[in-house]
């Protein structure tokens, strides 16, 4: 098939290569030159395992191509996927900003008919105001291509995203045109061979889906974290308790890790999207609004065990941190709990070392920019005279530590562990002083 991407972020980027990868004809559109001619040099904006390779791969057999050109990009396109940003708007809402104004282009320039997918997570209703943008630029240009705007949200997980997209658990497709949902058949056959894990409904139920999952997802880890707290204190090991409710199946092991806090590109601001969207219509989403409350009190969890630790003045201290990203296998540090922290320890007076594998340019260029911070390249020296280590994100290279070494780095041997990697009983038997999240 031919098909274009509007769009080469996170998702339109990983859609677009895993499509070639099945052997269709892919243009990516990007208004970004430079990442545009970045791409096509090989040069990659994000870290994502296994996506380089492929990228490079289909890039020089000729099945994926960038363009900042939309009229190139959409020339013989069957499909145009909708892949731009959806950032949170001032009041919490999604700002559909690029999403209309990719939809104008679109009128603008198609030369046929086609079938445009919603690939960005985008509000309930805003199939039907794509395909208004687009059939009114047709009016204009006195053309009736017939235009059928499908949503299909994407539910990748950054990190493991190639991953993800090439063996999906479930594919998504709001239609009610059942040309359009064939043809999507057909496209994500391949990546679903001999199961059948396309389930097609209305359009808006689709839209909704995307956002219940990861409001759901976002539920069970604040849920969690209420439960780390009232573990700490009555005594309780979060670990066991997790476990213990994890076994039975209609609850289930994943998502239910607490921690010091979720963040990332789509948690933040779909919970908060959704909370929107329901006031708008009159409701008061509850449970919503306590999943983001929470969530956000516990991003502080850290600060205030080093507050009763320490003290409010952590002048003369110098603390170390594990992790900046917002999760493992990831640069990216949107909403990141490693912000609050750092922005915190500062404020109370304190030094802070940092080290993450992936995430230490994001934080120069972006994030710590103004910041007093200083960085190390490996997860040792970045302890060297530190007061304490305080473990943020869980790398792979955290999780079986050199902990002597630890010992003769670090000044006391005082772990805040916001991930709960580490036993109890082997942290008590290392003589460390170890505070972890629920235990
Ligand atoms: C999420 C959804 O999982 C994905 O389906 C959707 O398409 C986009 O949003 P992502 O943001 O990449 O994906 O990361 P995810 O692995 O879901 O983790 C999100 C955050 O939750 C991270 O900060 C992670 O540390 C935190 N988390 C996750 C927990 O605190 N506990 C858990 O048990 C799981």
């Known amino acids: 098939m031919n098909i274009t991407i509007i769009g080469t972020g996170y998702v339109g980027l990983v859609t677009g290569t895993c499509f070639s990868e099945m052997g269709n004809e892919v243009y990516c559109v990007d208004v970004i030159e430079e990442k545009i001619e970045s791409l096509k040099q090989g040069i990659i904006p994000i870290y994502e395992p296994g996506l380089e390779e492929l990228i490079k791969h289909n890039y020089n057999n000729g099945n994926l191509h960038f363009t900042t050109d939309l009229f ?53 209703g805003t199939a039907d105001e794509v395909e208004t943008i687009i059939n009114k630029e047709l009016d204009k240009r006195n053309k009736n291509y017939k235009v059928t705007v499908v949503s299909n949200p994407e539910f990748l997980k950054e990190g493991t995203a190639v991953n993800d997209f090439m063996h999906p658990e479930r594919v998504i497709v709001g239609t009610d045109d ?132 320490f003290g409010e003045d952590l002048s003369g201290l110098t603390f170390a941190l594990w992790g900046l990203a917002f999760k493992p296998e990831t640069d990216d540090m949107r909403e990141a709990s490693s912000i609050i922290i750092v922005e915190n320890l500062l404020k109370m007076g304190a030094k802070v070392n940092v080290y993450d594998p992936k995430a230490m340019d994001v934080a120069k260029e972006f994030y710590f920019k103004d910041l007093d911070v200083n960085y190390f390249s490996d997860k040792y020296s970045v302890l060297e005279d530190a007061d304490a280590l305080i473990l943020v994100t869980e790398w792979k290279e955290f999780r079986n530590p050199n902990f002597n070494k630890i ?33």
């Open 178 to 309: 059942d040309s359009a949902a064939e043809i999507m058949k057909e496209l994500y056959d391949p990546f679903t061979k001999n199961h059948e894990r396309m389930i097609i409904m209305d359009v808006r139920s689709a839209e909704m889906t995307k956002y219940a999952s990861n409001s759901m997802l976002a539920n069970r880890i604040s849920f969690m974290n209420e439960m780390a707290n009232i573990c700490d204190k009555i005594g309780a090991n979060i670990d066991n308790v997790r476990r213990g409710m994890g076994s039975d199946s209609r609850i289930g092991h994943s998502f239910l890790y607490p921690g010091c806090g979720y963040g990332g590109s789509c948690f933040p601001k779909d919970v908060t999207a959704l909370i929107k969207t329901a006031q708008d219509n009159g409701l008061n989403p509850v449970l919503l609004k306590s999943v983001e409350e929470v969530n956000h009190n516990q991003k502080y969890y850290l600060i205030n065990k080093i507050i009763n630790i």
């Open 407 to 439: 010992k003769s780095l670090l000044k006391n041997n005082i772990i805040f562990d916001g991930r709960n990697q580490y036993k109890n009983s082997y942290m008590k038997k290392l003589d460390f002083e170890y505070h972890a999240v629920g235990k």
């Open 72 to 124: 190139e990009g959409l020339s013989d396109s069957q499909l145009c996927f909708i892949a731009v940003g959806t950032p949170m708007g001032e009041d919490g809402s999604a700002d559909l900003r690029y999403v209309r104004q990719v939809a104008k282009q679109i009128g603008q320039t198609i030369t046929q008919d086609i079938i445009v997918v919603d690939k960005s997570t985008v509000p309930v």
